[in-house]
């Protein structure tokens, strides 16, 4: 009876290894996913007047909650599109995860634009997300002049406009 139930626990035991090395074999990296930006009118948003920027490049910061240590970095670099794809193979659920942006190749557009200098993500698969890719919000940089046109496509958002 005894080498029965012996035998019994140990194949349990191997089901219950081997389903946890699945789990922790399938789980599938995060991806996190931004663009970067040239604001062209120094608005402090996207607009039509918008471009983006090839060859900038954004650091991904994940910090401990309580103790604020860099607990993982990683960096990337836009592509022509200005878009940038930042892979993450551990789960960060106990961090506090941001892209910030490092430096613009371009000398007319590199002045850092607060508020558009970083953006928070979750880096985690225990949070109810069911695609692996996390989308941060744009960042973007200023340009040191504004464009002729910038006045007049304002005026369209109802901006610099009293009343």
Do not use: W
Request: proline share 2%; glycine share 8%.
């Amino acid at each position: 009876m005894a080498n029965g139930s012996h035998a019994f626990a140990a194949i349990c035991f191997l089901f219950a290894f081997l389903n946890a090395v699945v789990c922790v074999v399938s789980t599938p990296d995060i991806v996190v996913e931004g663009r970067v930006y040239c604001d062209t009118c120094r608005a402090g948003f996207e607009t039509t007047a918008t471009e983006y920027i090839a060859g900038a490049k954004v650091k991904l910061e994940c910090k401990n909650y309580t103790t604020g240590e860099i607990i993982h970095t990683n960096q990337a670099t836009t592509d022509a599109t200005g878009k940038y794809q930042i892979t993450v193979v551990d789960d960060h659920q106990e961090e506090t995860c941001q892209v910030m942006l490092i430096s613009s190749p371009r000398s007319d557009c590199s002045e850092i634009s607060e508020g558009r200098n970083s953006a928070l993500v979750v880096v985690t698969h225990n949070v109810g997300i069911t695609s692996g890719v996390r989308y941060a919000n744009s960042l973007g940089f200023l340009k040191d002049k504004p464009l002729e046109t910038c006045g007049q496509l304002l005026l369209q958002y109802a901006l610099g406009v009293d009343g």
